[in-house]
């Protein structure tokens, strides 16, 4: 995904120009990079994201 993300695992589902995030995340820092990678993907409307954050 990015060096930026340390998670240890992020589930993607996509469906209809849907992105769905879900998993674990350092930081929220981290939980935002992850959601802009995914809508700034072309044919990405949405993103909707649910993340433990490990701070």
């Known amino acids: 995904m990015s060096s930026d ?3 240890t695992k992020i589930d993607v589902d996509v469906k209809d120009g849907v992105v769905e995030l ?3 995340v350092q930081s929220a820092k981290e939980a935002e990079k992850a ?3 995914a ?3 072309k044919g990405v409307s949405v993103v909707n994201a649910l ?3 490990k701070e």
């Open 5 to 7: 993300i340390h998670s």
């Open 22 to 24: 879900f998993g674990k």
């Open 35 to 37: 959601m802009q990678i």
């Open 39 to 41: 809508l700034s993907t």
């Open 51 to 53: 993340f433990l954050v």
